[in-house]
C-alpha cells in the first residue's frame, strides 16, 4: 500500500464534537464521585481516523460511548453534525444508523446462538430497511467475507478470530453509518491477522467515506492507521496532534513515557512510571500528572521555575483545534515548536 | 473449537428458510444428545407411561366408575381380584380405575401449575435482571417476597377467600408458590447474559429493551429455564399430593393425593389394604422419578453448550 | 552456566484425541534452556505453546499422547513416579499462566494463597516462617507487605499479576516459565512487569522461558528466541539477531505485524498475513505455512522442512535459507 497524505480534515465542517464534556459515576461503596472524563474537547472530520489513546482509567472509553450515546454527561455536550445528540428513544435510534460501534472482543460480541446472517441482519432488521438479504450480502463483502453467501448458516465458533471481527464489521456496515467507533478492534487477534483487520479499516475509510475513532492503548496501531492522535490520562486530554506530531515529537511526559516502553523503540530509553494509573474518585491537585511525572520528580520542573504550578494549578482544557497542543506546564501555550 | 463446515447454501434464501434450517439441525444434535443419555431415556419412557394412560383414561375405564352412586353394589376394600385388578376402595369404586384417572388429575396440576410458574418466573426474571433502578428492585423484591409464602396456609387463606377449594385454586396457588424459585434462577442468567458485550452491540444496533430481551436474553435463558421447569413440575405434582393428603385440596377431585387422604382415613392402614395405599403412592414416585430424571438430563445435555459459549 | 541445562525438551510430540481424530498440537519441539538464560517462544494461537507449557509439568488432559522427553536438571518429567512429580512440580519448575488475573481465589486472602505452596513443599515450615517468606516474596515483586491481608478484588490487575509471579517464586523454582504474562495489562504495566520479571531471573538465575506472541517483548529481554508455528519451531537463534533479521517469512511477518513508530514506510501500511493461523487437526500439506506465505515457490506444499542452518547459531525451517534445495 503506498504512502497517502491524511484524507480528512477538520478545517470543513466537523462530523463529530465534543464540547467541554464531563461524566461522573457514582463511587462505589462510600468513595466520591469517579469523574471519568473532566473537561474534553473533540473534532473529528469527515473521513479523519482518529486514534483515542491512553492506558485503563484514563476515559477513553466513556469518551467513545458518550460519542455513541451510551453514557449521558453530567455537563458538556456532544454534536453530531452540528446538532446536539438527542437522549430520547427514537432520537437516539436514528443516531444508531449514523454512529455504529466494533467491539474489542469478536468472540464476546457474537451472540452464540445467531448465525451469521442474523447477525449481520440485526441492524437493518430493528430499523426495518429494506432488502434485508442484500444489505446483508453487501456488508458481508465489503468487510472482506467474500463469498457471503458460503458464511450464512456457520456460527461464530466454527469462525476464526479474524472472520469473526469482520462479521462485527459487517454487522456495524449493513447500516451504512457514517462513522464508526471502534474499541480495541485488533487487541484480541492473533498478531499475523492484525494487518489485514486494519487494512480493512484503511480500505473502508477511502471507499465508503467513513469517520473512524478509534480507541486503543496501542500507539504501534495508531502509527499504522490513524491521522490525529489523542493522548489522554484521568480524564482529560493531554496531547492532541497529528500522528506523524505527537509520536515524532511528543510534548507530554507521558506521552514520552508510553513511547518510550513500546518494546519497538529500543532507539529511546525506557521510562517506566511507577505506580498505576490513580482512581479517577481520587483526582490528583494541580497537574492530574505530577505524582507520577518524570520531569517533576527529576527536578525538571523545578529548574523550570514551575514546580509549584505542577502541584497546585490546574491546566486549561485543551481546545479541540490548533494543531499540536499538549497539556503541560513546561510546555509553551499554543503550537508546539516545528519538529527539526 | 473450529471445524471447517461444509454447508454450501444455495443463492438467494430466503432469511426464514435460514432460520428453519438452523433450528432443525440444532434440534437434530439435541435429540442425538438427550437419547445418548440412559437416565433421560428411562425418564421419558416412564413418563410416557404415564402420559398415555391419563390420556387414555375415558377409554378404559368409563367416567362412570368413579361415581360412588353407581357402585354401592360393589364390596368395600376387596383386595386385588379377577374383577378388580387392584380391589376396591371403601366405597366400592375400583382403585385402578381411579388411579388411571388420577394420573390426569395429577399430570394436568402439575403441567398447568408449572406453566404458570415458568412463564411467571421468566418475566419476571427476565425483567429483574435486564432493568436496573427502581424497576428491577422492585421486581426483586417481589419475587423475595412471594419466595418465603410457603404454600400451605396460603392454600387456607386462598380457599377462604375464594370460597372453594377447587381445581383452580391449587393450580393458583402452586403456581404462585413456585415461580420465585425460577425467577431467581433466571434472573442470575440474565444479569450474566446481560454482562457479555453482544447485548451491548445489540443495544447500538438500535434494539429496544424488549427486542434484547426476546433476541438475546431469553434465547439463552430458555434452556436452563426449561430443565428447570421439568424438575418444578415434579416439585408441584409433591405439593399438590400434600396438600390434597392434608385434605386441603379438591375433594370432588380424584388425584392420587386424594386416594391417599382418604386411605388413611377409610383407615387403610390400620386394616392392611395395601392396594389402596401403595399403588397412588408408587405412582407419585414414578412421576417424580421421570421428571427429575428428564430435567437433570436437559441440564447436562443443555449445560455443554453454555458452557462453551 | 553447568553443562546440563535445567528444562531441555527432546523431540517432544503431543497428540490430541478428539472426537474428530487425532489433533497434533506438538510435532517434535527440541529446546534447551540453561541456569541464568532467557528463552523467548514467539507463536499464535494453535502453534503450540500453550501446549509446551502444561506439558513441561505434565499438566497436560488425559486424552493427550506425549512421546520424547521432558529433562527438568536432567531428570525425565514424562517418567517421574508421581510422588517426585509432585515435589518437582513449583518446587523445581513453576508457571505463571496466561490470564493469570482470574486465577486467584476471589475468597481467600492474598497472603493465605502465597503460604499454600509453602507449606505444601517444605514439611518444616512452621506458621511464622511461612509469613516472613511471604514477606520477603511480596517485597520482590515490589508490593507492600501489608498487601498480604487484601483480597484478590481489591488488588489491580498489575498487582494480581505481580502477586501471581510471587505464587511462582514461592518454593524457589530453578525454572520459571511465563506464559504471555503481559496480555491484558496496560502498556506501562507490561513494562513494569517485564522489567520485574528479567530483573527475577537474572538475580537469581533462574531458567526462564518467556512465551508471548508479541516478537518486540521477546527480541528486547531474551537471550535466545523460538518461534513456533503449526507444532513445530521453525526459527530458532539469538533474540537480536531474530529481530533484526528475520530468515524465516513467517518471522519477518510477525516483526512486522508491530510496526516501527517513526519508519514511514508503515504509515498508512498495515503489514501482516493472509488468512489465519492453522487448526492443528486440519494442517496443509508440506510445510504448514506456504498457503500464507508470501515468499511461497512451486516446491513448499511438497517439502515438509526441518530446521535448516541459518547462519551463526541459527537455524529456520525454510527452503529459501537451504541453498541446496533447488527452488525452481
Same mark, same amino acid.
Request: neutral net charge.
Given at each position: 500500500?503506498?504512502?497517502?497524505?491524511?484524507?480528512?480534515?477538520?478545517?470543513?465542517?466537523?462530523?463529530?464534537?465534543?464540547?467541554?464534556?464531563? +461524566?461522573? #459515576?457514582? !463511587?462505589?461503596?462510600? %468513595?466520591?464521585?469517579? =469523574? /471519568? $472524563?473532566?473537561?474534553?474537547?473533540?473534532? &473529528?472530520?469527515?473521513?479523519?481516523?482518529?486514534?483515542?489513546?491512553?492506558?485503563?482509567?484514563?476515559?477513553?472509553?466513556?469518551?467513545?460511548?458518550?460519542?455513541?450515546?451510551?453514557?449521558?454527561?453530567?455537563?458538556?455536550? +456532544?454534536? #453530531?453534525? !452540528?446538532?446536539?445528540? %438527542?437522549?430520547?428513544? =427514537? /432520537? $437516539?435510534?436514528?443516531?444508531?444508523?449514523? &454512529?455504529?460501534?466494533?467491539?474489542?472482543?469478536?468472540?464476546?460480541?457474537?451472540?452464540?446462538?445467531?448465525?451469521?446472517?442474523?447477525?449481520?441482519?440485526?441492524?437493518?432488521?430493528?430499523?426495518?430497511?429494506?432488502?434485508?438479504?442484500?444489505?446483508?450480502?453487501?456488508?458481508?463483502?465489503?468487510?472482506?467475507?467474500?463469498?457471503?453467501?458460503?458464511?450464512?448458516?456457520?456460527?461464530?465458533?466454527?469462525?476464526?478470530?479474524?472472520?469473526?471481527?469482520?462479521?462485527?464489521?459487517?454487522?456495524?456496515?449493513?447500516?451504512?453509518?457514517?462513522?464508526?467507533?471502534?474499541?480495541?478492534?485488533?487487541?484480541?487477534?492473533?498478531?499475523?491477522?492484525?494487518?489485514?483487520?486494519?487494512?480493512?479499516?484503511?480500505?473502508?475509510?477511502?471507499?465508503?467515506?467513513?469517520?473512524?475513532?478509534?480507541?486503543?492503548?496501542?500507539?504501534?496501531?495508531?502509527?499504522?492507521?490513524?491521522?490525529?492522535?489523542?493522548?489522554?490520562?484521568?480524564?482529560?486530554?493531554?496531547?492532541?496532534?497529528?500522528?506523524?506530531?505527537?509520536?515524532?515529537?511528543?510534548?507530554?511526559?507521558?506521552?514520552?513515557?508510553?513511547?518510550?516502553?513500546?518494546?519497538?523503540?529500543?532507539?529511546?530509553?525506557?521510562?517506566?512510571?511507577?505506580?498505576?494509573?490513580?482512581?479517577?474518585?481520587?483526582?490528583?491537585?494541580?497537574?492530574?500528572?505530577?505524582?507520577?511525572?518524570?520531569?517533576?520528580?527529576?527536578?525538571?520542573?523545578?529548574?523550570?521555575?514551575?514546580?509549584?504550578?505542577?502541584?497546585?494549578?490546574?491546566?486549561?482544557?485543551?481546545?479541540?483545534?490548533?494543531?499540536?497542543?499538549?497539556?503541560?506546564?513546561?510546555?509553551?501555550?499554543?503550537?508546539?515548536?516545528?519538529?527539526? | 473449537m473450529r471445524r471447517a463446515?461444509?454447508?454450501?447454501?444455495?443463492?438467494?434464501?430466503?432469511?426464514?428458510?435460514?432460520?428453519?434450517?438452523?433450528?432443525?439441525?440444532?434440534?437434530?444434535?439435541?435429540?442425538?444428545?438427550?437419547?445418548?443419555?440412559?437416565?433421560?431415556?428411562?425418564?421419558?419412557?416412564?413418563?410416557?407411561?404415564?402420559?398415555?394412560?391419563?390420556?387414555?383414561?375415558?377409554?378404559?375405564?368409563?367416567?362412570?366408575?368413579?361415581?360412588?352412586?353407581?357402585?354401592?353394589?360393589?364390596?368395600?376394600?376387596?383386595?386385588?381380584?379377577?374383577?378388580?385388578?387392584?380391589?376396591?376402595?371403601?366405597?366400592?369404586?375400583?382403585?385402578?380405575?381411579?388411579?388411571?384417572?388420577?394420573?390426569?388429575?395429577?399430570?394436568?396440576?402439575?403441567?398447568?401449575?408449572?406453566?404458570?410458574?415458568?412463564?411467571?418466573?421468566?418475566?419476571?426474571?427476565?425483567?429483574?435482571?435486564?432493568?436496573?433502578?427502581?424497576?428491577?428492585?422492585?421486581?426483586?423484591?417481589?419475587?423475595?417476597?412471594?419466595?418465603?409464602?410457603?404454600?400451605?396456609?396460603?392454600?387456607?387463606?386462598?380457599?377462604?377467600?375464594?370460597?372453594?377449594?377447587?381445581?383452580?385454586?391449587?393450580?393458583?396457588?402452586?403456581?404462585?408458590?413456585?415461580?420465585?424459585?425460577?425467577?431467581?434462577?433466571?434472573?442470575?442468567?440474565?444479569?450474566?447474559?446481560?454482562?457479555?458485550?453482544?447485548?451491548?452491540?445489540?443495544?447500538?444496533?438500535?434494539?429496544?429493551?424488549?427486542?434484547?430481551?426476546?433476541?438475546?436474553?431469553?434465547?439463552?435463558?430458555?434452556?436452563?429455564?426449561?430443565?428447570?421447569?421439568?424438575?418444578?413440575?415434579?416439585?408441584?405434582?409433591?405439593?399438590?399430593?400434600?396438600?390434597?393428603?392434608?385434605?386441603?385440596?379438591?375433594?370432588?377431585?380424584?388425584?392420587?393425593?386424594?386416594?391417599?387422604?382418604?386411605?388413611?382415613?377409610?383407615?387403610?392402614?390400620?386394616?392392611?389394604?395395601?392396594?389402596?395405599?401403595?399403588?397412588?403412592?408408587?405412582?407419585?414416585?414414578?412421576?417424580?422419578?421421570?421428571?427429575?430424571?428428564?430435567?437433570?438430563?436437559?441440564?447436562?445435555?443443555?449445560?455443554?453448550?453454555?458452557?462453551?459459549? | 552456566?553447568s553443562d546440563v541445562a535445567a528444562l531441555e525438551l527432546r523431540d517432544v510430540h503431543v497428540t490430541y484425541r478428539t472426537r474428530e481424530g487425532p489433533v497434533p498440537a506438538v510435532r517434535g519441539v527440541d529446546l534447551s534452556v540453561f541456569a541464568?538464560e532467557?528463552v523467548g517462544v514467539a507463536g499464535e494461537s494453535g502453534c503450540g505453546k500453550s501446549t509446551i507449557v502444561s506439558t513441561i509439568l505434565r499438566l497436560f488432559p488425559a486424552s493427550a499422547t506425549v512421546t520424547g522427553e521432558v529433562l527438568l536438571g536432567g531428570e525425565n518429567v514424562l517418567t517421574m513416579r508421581w510422588g517426585r512429580m509432585r515435589a518437582v512440580r513449583w518446587g523445581v519448575a513453576s508457571v505463571v499462566f496466561q490470564?493469570?488475573?482470574?486465577?486467584?481465589?476471589?475468597?481467600?486472602?492474598?497472603?493465605?494463597?502465597?503460604?499454600?505452596?509453602?507449606?505444601?513443599?517444605?514439611?518444616?515450615?512452621?506458621?511464622?516462617?511461612?509469613?516472613?517468606?511471604?514477606?520477603?516474596?511480596?517485597?520482590?515483586?515490589?508490593?507492600?507487605?501489608?498487601?498480604?491481608?487484601?483480597?484478590?478484588?481489591?488488588?489491580?490487575?498489575?498487582?494480581?499479576?505481580?502477586?501471581?509471579?510471587?505464587?511462582?517464586?514461592?518454593?524457589?523454582p530453578q525454572v520459571l516459565i511465563c506464559d504471555e504474562?503481559?496480555?491484558?495489562?496496560?502498556?506501562?504495566?507490561?513494562?513494569?512487569?517485564?522489567?520485574?520479571?528479567?530483573?527475577?531471573?537474572?538475580?537469581?538465575?533462574?531458567a526462564m522461558l518467556l512465551i508471548s506472541h508479541?516478537?518486540?517483548?521477546?527480541?528486547?529481554?531474551?537471550?535466545r528466541v523460538a518461534v513456533m508455528y503449526a507444532g513445530r519451531i521453525i526459527e530458532h537463534g539469538?533474540?537480536?539477531?531474530?529481530?533484526?533479521?528475520?530468515?524465516h517469512?513467517y518471522t519477518?511477518?510477525?516483526?512486522?505485524?508491530?510496526?516501527?513508530?517513526?519508519?514511514?514506510?508503515?504509515?498508512?501500511?498495515?503489514?501482516?498475513?493472509?488468512?489465519?493461523p492453522p487448526f492443528p487437526g486440519d494442517l496443509p500439506s508440506g510445510c504448514p505455512f506456504h498457503?500464507?506465505?508470501?515468499?511461497?515457490?512451486?516446491?513448499c506444499p511438497t517439502v515438509d522442512v526441518k530446521l535448516l542452518p541459518a547462519?551463526?547459531g541459527r537455524t529456520a525451517a525454510c527452503v529459501?535459507v537451504d541453498?541446496?534445495?533447488?527452488?525452481?
Open positions: 500500500m503506498s504512502e497517502r497524505a491524511a484524507v480528512g480534515s477538520v478545517a470543513s465542517e466537523p462530523v463529530i464534537e465534543v464540547d467541554d464534556l464531563v +461524566v461522573t #459515576f457514582r !463511587g462505589r461503596r462510600g %468513595g466520591g464521585t469517579a =469523574r /471519568a $472524563l473532566d473537561g474534553v474537547n473533540l473534532a &473529528v472530520g469527515r473521513g479523519e481516523i482518529v486514534a483515542l489513546v491512553g492506558e485503563s482509567g484514563c476515559g477513553k472509553t466513556t469518551l467513545a460511548r458518550s460519542i455513541l450515546g451510551l453514557e449521558r454527561p453530567a455537563s458538556g455536550e +456532544v454534536r #453530531f453534525q !452540528g446538532e446536539p445528540l %438527542g437522549y430520547g428513544g =427514537r /432520537a $437516539l435510534k436514528a443516531y444508531r444508523r449514523r &454512529v455504529q460501534l466494533v467491539l474489542q472482543d469478536p468472540t464476546g460480541s457474537l451472540n452464540p446462538r445467531q448465525t451469521v446472517y442474523e447477525a449481520v441482519a440485526e441492524g437493518p432488521r430493528v430499523h426495518r430497511m429494506a432488502d434485508e438479504s442484500g444489505r446483508v450480502v453487501q456488508a458481508l463483502s465489503q468487510a472482506g467475507i467474500r463469498p457471503p453467501e458460503r458464511f450464512f448458516l456457520r456460527y461464530p465458533h466454527e469462525l476464526s478470530g479474524g472472520q469473526r471481527q469482520r462479521v462485527v464489521i459487517a454487522g456495524a456496515l449493513a447500516l451504512n453509518p457514517e462513522v464508526i467507533v471502534a474499541d480495541e478492534p485488533v487487541s484480541s487477534l492473533d498478531a499475523s491477522v492484525r494487518g489485514e483487520i486494519l487494512a480493512l479499516l484503511l480500505q473502508l475509510r477511502e471507499e465508503l467515506e467513513l469517520t473512524l475513532l478509534v480507541v486503543t492503548h496501542d500507539l504501534g496501531l495508531a502509527w499504522n492507521i490513524a491521522d490525529r492522535l489523542v493522548v489522554m490520562y484521568l480524564g482529560r486530554v493531554v496531547e492532541d496532534g497529528t500522528t506523524e506530531q505527537v509520536l515524532n515529537n511528543p510534548q507530554h511526559p507521558y506521552t514520552k513515557a508510553l513511547l518510550s516502553v513500546v518494546p519497538e523503540m529500543e532507539q529511546v530509553e525506557s521510562i517506566v512510571l511507577t505506580g498505576e494509573t490513580p482512581d479517577c474518585a481520587r483526582i490528583p491537585t494541580g497537574c492530574r500528572f505530577h505524582p507520577r511525572c518524570p520531569a517533576y520528580a527529576s527536578g525538571e520542573a523545578e529548574a523550570a521555575g514551575i514546580a509549584d504550578d505542577c502541584r497546585s494549578r490546574e491546566l486549561p482544557i485543551l481546545g479541540a483545534t490548533g494543531g499540536h497542543r499538549a497539556a503541560c506546564w513546561l510546555v509553551p501555550a499554543g503550537d508546539a515548536p516545528i519538529p527539526r | 463446515s461444509t454447508v454450501t447454501t444455495p443463492k438467494k434464501l430466503s432469511p426464514y428458510a435460514i432460520a428453519r434450517m438452523r433450528r432443525k439441525k440444532s434440534l437434530q444434535r439435541f435429540a442425538q444428545a438427550f437419547f445418548g443419555q440412559p437416565a433421560g431415556v428411562i425418564g421419558l419412557v416412564i413418563l410416557s407411561v404415564f402420559v398415555l394412560l391419563a390420556v387414555s383414561a375415558p377409554l378404559l375405564f368409563d367416567r362412570e366408575m368413579l361415581d360412588i352412586t353407581e357402585t354401592l353394589g360393589n364390596e368395600s376394600l376387596e383386595p386385588p381380584n379377577g374383577d378388580f385388578w387392584l380391589g376396591t376402595d371403601e366405597n366400592g369404586r375400583s382403585i385402578l380405575a381411579v388411579l388411571v384417572w388420577g394420573a390426569r388429575a395429577s399430570l394436568v396440576v402439575g403441567l398447568a401449575a408449572s406453566l404458570i410458574s415458568m412463564v411467571l418466573g421468566t418475566l419476571i426474571g427476565i425483567g429483574s435482571g435486564h432493568y436496573t433502578g427502581l424497576a428491577g428492585s422492585a421486581l426483586q423484591r417481589l419475587t423475595d417476597w412471594f419466595l418465603v409464602i410457603p404454600f400451605i396456609p396460603l392454600v387456607v387463606v386462598l380457599a377462604a377467600v375464594l370460597g372453594q377449594r377447587g381445581l383452580g385454586t391449587i393450580v393458583l396457588v402452586l403456581g404462585v408458590t413456585s415461580w420465585p424459585g425460577t425467577a431467581r434462577l433466571v434472573r442470575a442468567q440474565t444479569l450474566s447474559v446481560e454482562g457479555r458485550p453482544y447485548l451491548e452491540r445489540a443495544k447500538v444496533l438500535g434494539d429496544s429493551d424488549w427486542q434484547q430481551m426476546t433476541k438475546h436474553v431469553l434465547p439463552n435463558v430458555m434452556p436452563l429455564v426449561i430443565a428447570n421447569t421439568t424438575l418444578t413440575v415434579a416439585i408441584v405434582i409433591l405439593s399438590e399430593t400434600t396438600l390434597a393428603f392434608l385434605g386441603l385440596g379438591d375433594p370432588f377431585l380424584d388425584s392420587w393425593g386424594t386416594m391417599l387422604d382418604k386411605a388413611t382415613g377409610a383407615g387403610a392402614a390400620s386394616t392392611g389394604a395395601w392396594w389402596y395405599l401403595l399403588p397412588p403412592g408408587i405412582c407419585v414416585i414414578l412421576v417424580v422419578l421421570a421428571f427429575t430424571l428428564i430435567g437433570r438430563t436437559l441440564e447436562v445435555v443443555l449445560n455443554p453448550r453454555l458452557g462453551s459459549e | 552456566m541464568g532467557v490470564g493469570a488475573l482470574h486465577s486467584l481465589n476471589p475468597i481467600q486472602r492474598i497472603g493465605t494463597q502465597l503460604v499454600e505452596p509453602i507449606f505444601l513443599h517444605d514439611k518444616l515450615a512452621t506458621d511464622n516462617s511461612a509469613a516472613t517468606k511471604v514477606r520477603t516474596l511480596l517485597e520482590q515483586v515490589g508490593l507492600p507487605a501489608r498487601h498480604a491481608d487484601a483480597y484478590p478484588h481489591q488488588l489491580s490487575g498489575g498487582q494480581k499479576q505481580r502477586v501471581m509471579i510471587a505464587l511462582a517464586l514461592a518454593c524457589d504474562p503481559t496480555t491484558a495489562l496496560d502498556v506501562m504495566v507490561q513494562a513494569q512487569i517485564l522489567e520485574l520479571l528479567i530483573g527475577i531471573a537474572r538475580e537469581r538465575s533462574m508479541d516478537l518486540s517483548v521477546l527480541g528486547t529481554s531474551c537471550d539469538p533474540a537480536r539477531a531474530i529481530f533484526d533479521w528475520p530468515e517469512p519477518r511477518a510477525l516483526s512486522s505485524a508491530f510496526p516501527t513508530i517513526g519508519d514511514a514506510a508503515s504509515r498508512y501500511a498495515p503489514s501482516g498475513l493472509p488468512g489465519d498457503p500464507r506465505c508470501p515468499s511461497a515457490l512451486p516446491v547462519g551463526p529459501l541453498q541446496s534445495v533447488p527452488t525452481r
